[in-house]
């Protein structure tokens, strides 16, 4: 958002400018969220998982809006690794995205890797990512797909910090 005044002053004519970035959200037609479709499992390192919120602490709804490397998002799943969540496709999409990485929230040095498991197969993963790290973009093709279950994990050396967003995390149907 610009916002412009301008003033005249003894003549002259000044020019105050100040800018502001707002954050708006615009779901797209046709466009399944996952954090809105019903998990069919659930596992997470601390508390529950959240939608559309960052993991928080352990009490549910506790998250902040999920925020990888300054950029905010309002859509997604917040998690801690280790964590799991998956929900049914029934074959019905064309397409999954995410863009995930470690929430700015944590105070410490949180290691997380993303995995991303369509009816059993591994179709994506990430380097180990840590906070601060710009946020990664997965998409896959999911046509036919049954089940999808997006993992995170500790990166191997423990869930300390482990805060894993899973952000504008969504569905495009088959047209
Ligand atoms: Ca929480
Ligand atoms: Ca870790």
Redesign the pocket.
Known sequence: MTARYSAGLKGKKRTVSEEHRLLVFVPQPGVAYVSELPFTAESNG???V?RD?S?????????NLLQIAGTRFYKGL?THASSSVSVRLDGGYKRFTTQVGVDDEVTGKGTVAFEVIADGKVMATTPLMTVGDRPATIGIDVTAVQDLTLRATDGGDGISFDHADWANTRLVPTD
Request: net charge negative; hydrophobic share 5%.
């Open positions: 601390c508390g529950p959240e919120l993991n928080g602490e352990r009490d549910s709804g506790d998250g917040g």
